[in-house]
């Protein structure tokens, strides 16, 4: 059975850092393309990190330079280094794997608000 579990989310002040943390079971983190998403209010969700298990990564325009997509092998752990949050960044954001089918974490709320 796949588990994504988020964790690290919360209020922050724009220019701040956040790092979200994926916890997975029922899968090697490192032998499958990781996504992160998200989605803000009456938004569609969108992608903001790739990471295959090759180790390449991947970002949308909107947070290259900023977001960094990573992996703990040993902990079978994916997370989102997000600095110089703007408060556009504000969403629920999920960890996304793909094997035979699409499994979804329950999602982590990141609020940039001063």
């Known amino acids: 059975q796949v588990q994504l579990v988020e964790s690290g989310g919360g209020l922050v002040q724009p220019g701040g850092s956040l790092r979200l943390s994926c916890a997975a079971s029922?899968?090697?983190?490192?032998?499958?393309?990781m996504r992160w998403y998200r989605q803000a209010p009456g938004k569609e969700r969108e992608w903001v990190a790739i990471?295959?298990?090759?180790?390449?990564?991947n970002y949308p325009e909107s947070v290259k330079g900023r977001f960094t997509i990573s992996r703990d092998n040993a902990k079978n752990t994916v997370y989102l280094q997000m600095n110089s949050l703007k408060p556009e960044d504000t969403a629920v954001y999920y960890c996304?794997?793909?094997?035979?089918?699409?499994?979804w974490g329950q999602g982590t709320q990141v609020t940039v608000s001063s």
């Open positions: 996304n794997v793909f094997t035979s089918r699409s499994y």
């Open positions: 990471m295959s298990s090759g180790g390449d990564t």
């Open positions: 029922g899968i090697i983190v490192s032998s499958n393309t």
